[in-house]
């Protein structure tokens, strides 16, 4: 039992060093954190966000789940009313892999947990997934936690390809 805790410790240390990694990588090249605005369309699938230069930075997500500051609680993506079947792929991932392990935070609907745990789910579903990093965004209390792929920039006065 204590080398599965280990093991399960273990593997969320590591998604949460690669996402570190790539979210560093992403704020040097792209400026991932210096966005003026964000903007998720669900029924797309897509994320996009709006730098103050007219750079508009583009990706496809995946929705790993929603975090309510009000109450602490955490709402899988697997079984979210607001997740299109569609976005919901990188958070099954979790569960399976909470299933294989026996970790009951990624197999239960929903959690009560902080937000530093919220971000250790989503580091284990971009991991899983092996997407390319995860963006947090706000809506009122809830934090929306999306996987992303890769990211098209698209610079003012740019064609489109």
């Known amino acids: 039992m204590l080398a599965a805790m280990n093991a399960i410790e273990t593997f969320i240390h ?3 060093a690669g996402l570190a990694q790539q979210t560093a990588a992403h704020g040097a090249t ?9 903007s998720a369309d669900l029924e797309a699938g897509s994320i996009a966000f709006d730098f103050a230069d007219g750079t ?21 993506g697997w ?8 976005l919901r792929a990188h958070a099954q991932l979790a569960r399976e892999w909470g299933e294989q392990q026996g970790a009951a935070d990624f197999t239960a ?3 009560l947990c902080s937000e530093d745990d919220a971000w250790s789910f989503a580091a284990v579903a971009n991991r899983l997934a092996e997407a390319n990093g995860v963006y ?26």
Do not use: C
């Open 109 to 111: 609907r929903k959690r």
């Open 56 to 76: 508009v930075a583009t990706a496809a997500i995946q929705v790993v789940g929603t975090y309510n500051q009000a109450d602490g609680s955490f709402l899988w």
């Open 136 to 161: 947090r965004g706000t809506a009122g209390s809830t934090l929306i936690f999306m996987t992303f792929g890769p990211v098209q920039l698209q610079k003012p006065g740019a064609t489109a390809p």
């Open 14 to 16: 590591a998604a949460r």
């Open 30 to 38: 792209w400026h991932l954190g210096e966005e003026a605005n964000w």
């Open 79 to 86: 079984d979210h009313p607001s997740v299109p079947e569609a």
